[in-house]
């Protein structure tokens, strides 16, 4: 017999969750009836045909969206409920977001550019310069941190963004379609960021069309017509060390939220 699995709690869980866009003829179920559970430290590709609902799970799992129908449970937060105040916070400090088209502000330097969820978090100045410095180091961008996206190759560009996603330090990274204006060498790059930042502990889901990018996952959770129709595991859920917890200084999630995360 194998030893005891300790429980774990899930990192998302959604409950039968419905959504639903449009009414009367125009109606459209972009998810029917989607439950599935992502426990820390998974890495999953999501994977399906255009119009079978990865966006749409997407938006709902990054809290951008809220279900029709269904619950969603959220590191042990029921978030299905929740005012955009409390969403916006959570989003904040449990997700970092990365997106196909890179979504730089291109005034801004890379530097100021990662710096910027942290403004509005209300970081101080020099613990932000020194935490994006971090990030960008961590997706190898030290020689960069000054240029402004318009004198990146794309593949820096989703870098940045990347650095961007996890200068807060979120326990979940989420991307959409994240190599899908790269080429190969570049893809390849973002991929192994997604591989270390899963090893560091995170949680990452990333949605692809391509094979390519899904054979790096350790799931593959494959969507049709707005509902999952594979469930597979390819490779161990190993346990890595949790995230380490944000610096004190970085502001915690309101005590009506629960607080600081354990
Ligand atoms: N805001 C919206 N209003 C109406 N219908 C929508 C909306 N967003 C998505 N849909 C519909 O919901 C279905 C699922 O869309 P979704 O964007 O989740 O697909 P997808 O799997 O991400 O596709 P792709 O691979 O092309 O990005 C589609 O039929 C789409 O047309
Ligand atoms: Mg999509």
Known sequence: MTAVARPRRPVISLHDVWKTYGMGEARVHALRDVSVRIDRGDYVAVMGPSGSGKTTFMNIVSC????????????GYDVTDLEERDLAEIRNHLIGLVFQSFNLLPRLSALENVELPLVYAGVARKLRRSMA????????LSSRVR???TELSGGQQQRVA???????????????????????AQ????LDIFSSLNADGRTVVVI????????????????????????????????????????????????RLGGARA
């Open 147 to 149: 240029h402004r996206p």
């Open 64 to 75: 951008m969206d809220a279900p029709t129908r269904g619950r969603y449970i959220l590191e």
């Open 187 to 190: 893809a390849d790059e973002v």
């Open 208 to 255: 692809t069309h391509e094979p390519a990018v899904g054979e790096r996952a350790k799931r593959i959770v494959r969507f049709s017509d707005g509902r999952i129709v594979d469930d597979r595991r390819v490779a161990a859920r190993v346990g890595p060390p949790p995230v380490p917890r944000p610096r004190s200084e970085v502001a915690s999630l309101p005590a």
């Open 133 to 140: 410095l971090d990030a960008l180091e961590a997706v190898g």
């Open 162 to 184: 990347i650095a961007r996603a996890i200068v807060g330090n979120p326990p979940l990274v989420l991307a959409d379609e994240p190599t899908g204006n790269l080429a190969t």
